[in-house]
């Protein structure tokens, strides 16, 4: 399991975090929720070295052509042009030519107050916090990438550790809900989460990355 890593100023897309659900039929519960970026952002940057990091301490020398045969059912992070709308396979709102990671775990996230980033005590402000963060918001979140140990499960998936309201942006699929009468909502800047030195380009190298990495 790689190191929890933050990211900053990041899109958020189907959000459960009020309750969990599943992602297929008969599948486990989970919560979850999906982190759009843009390709050249901090937050991909990251997301790059700390998956390359943990494929290259599973497979060593084959790590990149490990990523690459990965199936998109056996990676939580890619090209956000794969994320399609089955009826149409249109691509989904927000994801045209962005980089997107799918976060999920089975107990409750840690939900961040965006004035004072303090973590939701009890269940009234968690939901509280919760109804705030809706698709389309930008946010920060804290996750973290790891490998199954079961080998019949191998892929590289993500879990999630945390989710900070920063500013509003344009729904999806709906206006964003009004949370002008919560105590939070008074025009003052995020506190935002404490952020890392990410790696530039010179801490990857030449890793040649598979396509829906680059």
């Given at each position: 399991?790689?190191?929890?890593?933050?990211?900053?100023?990041?899109?958020?897309?189907?959000?459960?975090?009020?309750?969990?659900?599943?992602?297929?039929?008969?599948?486990?519960?989970?919560?979850?929720?999906?982190?759009?970026?843009?390709?050249?952002?901090?937050?991909?940057?990251?997301?790059?070295?700390h998956?390359?990091?943990?494929?290259?301490?599973?497979w060593?020398?084959?790590?990149?052509?490990?990523?690459?045969?990965?199936?998109?059912?056996?990676?939580?992070?890619?090209?956000?042009?794969?994320?399609?709308?089955?009826?149409?396979?249109?691509?989904?709102?927000?994801?045209?030519?962005?980089?997107?990671?799918t976060?999920?775990?089975a107990?409750?996230?840690q939900?961040?107050?965006?004035?004072?980033?303090?973590?939701?005590?009890?269940?009234?402000?968690y939901?509280?916090?919760?109804?705030?963060?809706?698709?389309?918001?930008y946010?920060?979140?804290?996750?973290?990438?790891?490998?199954?140990?079961?080998?019949?499960?191998?892929?590289?998936?993500?879990?999630?550790?945390?989710?900070?309201?920063?500013r509003?942006?344009d729904?999806f699929?709906g206006?964003?809900?009004?949370?002008?009468?919560?105590?939070?909502?008074?025009?003052?800047?995020?506190?935002?989460?404490?952020?890392?030195?990410?790696?530039?380009p010179?801490?990857?190298?030449?890793?040649?990355?598979?396509?829906?990495?680059?």
């Amino acid at each position: 399991m790689s190191e929890a890593i933050f990211l900053n100023n990041v899109r958020l897309s189907f959000p459960s975090l009020k309750a969990p659900t599943a992602s297929y039929q008969n599948g486990p519960l989970k919560y979850r929720c999906d982190f759009i970026m843009t390709p050249d952002s901090e937050a991909w940057k990251q997301v790059q070295q700390h998956v390359f990091a943990l494929a290259q301490a599973k497979w060593g020398d084959q790590a990149q052509q490990a990523i690459q045969m990965l199936e998109r059912n056996k990676r939580s992070f890619g090209d956000g042009n794969e994320r399609r709308k089955g009826g149409t396979m249109q691509v989904f709102d927000g994801y045209q030519d962005m980089k997107y990671v799918t976060a999920t775990t089975a107990d409750k996230p840690q939900l961040y107050h965006p004035e004072t980033g303090e973590v939701s005590t009890n269940d009234m402000q968690y939901m509280q916090l919760a109804q705030q963060l809706y698709g389309g918001c930008y946010c920060n979140a804290a996750i973290q990438f790891y490998i199954p140990k079961d080998p019949s499960k191998m892929g590289i998936f993500c879990g999630l550790i945390g989710v900070q309201f920063l500013r509003d942006g344009d729904s999806f699929g709906g206006s964003a809900p009004d949370v002008s009468g919560l105590p939070w909502a008074k025009g003052a800047k995020p506190a935002g989460m404490p952020t890392p030195n990410a790696p530039g380009p010179e801490a990857m190298g030449s890793t040649p990355f598979p396509d829906f990495m680059k």
